[in-house]
């Protein structure tokens, strides 16, 4: 049985929910898994930061209340957070990244990725900026220090739709994709299908906690670009930045929009799309779409998310699952760690035989 | 690069879709997936039976219009099919079985993978009836024989759903399923809510090729029932037979009801469905059910299949695609011969290591 040690950098929502899981999990793990995880540091910008070569109990990390630089009180501990010096230095196969999103240029999440790597660690993140906008240099390196970079919970929270299109769509063709992915947004358009106004239905998300005080992210479809960049680059083998992809949000829609399409049996969604053009280049984009009855993402509803591939041999495959929530991003963080753990224990079969 | 030599069990609509494929992506496949295909033998009960140790040419044996045991002109061929022969002595690494589903005791299907398998030879099917009824049985005798038994086709065709399961949401705990598991039923409840009676949608589902003239297996869910028996055995763990699940069909459903249901917002769906129960057992199930409006099947329309498996850690995680289909279900032919591939290329590496 194997024990990965990992480091937390960020021990907000995500990370806490995975305290939680290991917590309660991991005997379950060990057994149906292979492995159990111990946490051997946690960094927070609010917090402070911890190293305990031994492992932190999960349990105790949780259930204490810590207060702003409340872990300069464990031993290890110090009340400022220093992201760089725990994933250098932390005793760490695996980086768990799970701060906050920056769109612009990833960082300090790039640095958390590069450092890790260079480190010869691991890296699974749920965070969309350093691999919408690094994908391709962090892979690199990961290849170069013969260690991982894993990013399920970058899209749609733990529901895997880019390991389904990598470990069973293989020789199908893809050739685009349509996704609704992002639940505030879907939620607000259901919200104006029942009647509400685009203001008062935002209103309604942000009281229910799925809407930031801001909204713009997630209305304007900036969120959504991210997304389409990270599965365009991933399954269609694209070279995308963010801008490069044209954004339209559904700030413009308006009631009676939104009924009209109603009454010919169709629904407006805020779309993320990309397709491969006859020349080879992609295109992707984020706009507002009427779908008819019968579209694959017609029937989706509330905060769920979707994504339908548009396959050659196959036509449109889709799946649907959460597209946030605490726990369901951090099980995106297991399932990276599973991945990891089956390539490693292959290797560890071929170095054995 | 490798070249798979197999063997055609059945040259109906699915292998000869595969042999289609064959003679036009086998460059692409070389490029892509890392080998081709080469159709070394094929047995048929109409056509008869041929041998060629270095190959049939795929486009020759799709364009040729065989008359009924018109292999027996061919070079090394014969009016008769020998699948015994074919299947022990014919020079194929994979036995691709696309024979006919025999829902009562899977023969001759579970006799031609056990042959195949005893041989050394992989065997990929898409064939219910040996899974349906012999997959533990088969899955021991190819680990006793180290070669691949895979049957993704079993189940809606090539939409990947058992791999899904298995390669993506480890430690997700899949604690039950529904599916739209039948094309041709959820077509005439499709057609039903339009006003159609049952009778007049079942012909116009024979009229279209979705319904045979016997829609018996469709309509009274003898067919989702050998696809709960597949899907609960293989996600959930369970040793169901086909007896062991309750069935009932959508014969019984008047217009009246559907449009009762139209009238809430809710759709009659023909659910195949398994749970695990508190005491660990297993309870497979087929019925007509109303979904409401917000269930992840109720948007299923038309001959699109879906599963939606019930997760601990992410709650409801939905697969839609195609359900049937012959190009689409020889796709699941090469997804199996892919799944094989890459478990052999690991295999090779670990052996030249």
């Known amino acids: 049985m194997k024990i990965y040690n990992i480091a937390l950098i960020g021990f907000g929502g995500v990370n806490r929910a995975l305290a939680e899981l290991i917590a309660i999990k991991n005997p379950l793990w060990e057994r149906d898994l292979g492995f159990r995880l111990n946490i051997v540091a946690v960094s927070d910008l609010h ?10 109990d999960a349990k105790t990390l949780v259930e204490a209340n810590f207060a702003k630089g409340g872990f300069g009180r464990l031993s290890g501990g110090n009340a400022e957070a220093d992201n760089e ?16 999103t920056n769109p612009m240029d990833g960082e300090p999440a790039v640095s958390h990725c590069r450092w890790a790597l260079n480190s010869g660690k691991h890296v699974v993140t749920t965070n969309k900026g350093p691999v919408a906008i690094a994908a391709r240099e962090l892979k690199a390196l990961a290849k170069a220090n013969s260690v991982h970079f894993e990013y399920e919970g970058s899209v749609m929270s733990g529901t895997p739709v ?10 199908a063709e893809v050739k685009g994709f349509e996704g609704i992915l992002n639940g505030t947004s879907n939620f607000v358009l259901g919200r104006m299908e029942e009647g509400l106004d685009f203001a008062s239905a935002v209103a309604e998300a942000q009281a229910l906690g799925y809407a930031e005080a801001d909204p713009t992210a997630d209305v304007e479809g900036f969120d959504v670009r991210l997304k389409v960049v990270i599965l365009a680059n991933e399954l269609l083998g694209a070279n995308l930045k963010p801008e490069d992809v044209s954004c339209n949000g559904i700030s413009k829609l308006s ?7 109603a009454k010919t049996g169709r629904r407006w969604k805020l779309v993320g799309s990309a397709v491969r053009n ?3 280049t992609i295109t992707g984009s984020v706009a507002p779409k009427q779908l008819a009855l019968g579209h694959p993402l017609t029937g989706v509803n ?10 050659e041999l196959l036509g449109p495959v889709t799946m649907s699952g959460p597209g946030a929530g605490r726990v369901e991003t951090a099980y995106a963080l297991l399932s990276d760690i599973v991945a ?4 490693q224990s292959a290797n560890f079969a071929k170095e054995a035989a």
């Open 162 to 171: 880019i390991r389904m299109a990598e470990k069973t769509l293989a020789g």
């Open 278 to 280: 006859a020349d080879g």
């Open 340 to 343: 990891i753990h089956n390539a």
């Open 255 to 261: 009631p009676s929009d939104i009924q009209a399409a």
């Open 47 to 56: 917090l402070g930061s911890v190293i305990s070569p031994n492992g932190l």
């Open 302 to 311: 509330g905060a769920t998310n979707a994504v339908s591939l548009n396959t």
């Open 85 to 100: 010096a725990i994933i250098k230095t932390a005793p760490a196969d695996i980086v768990v990244e799970a701060t906050f």
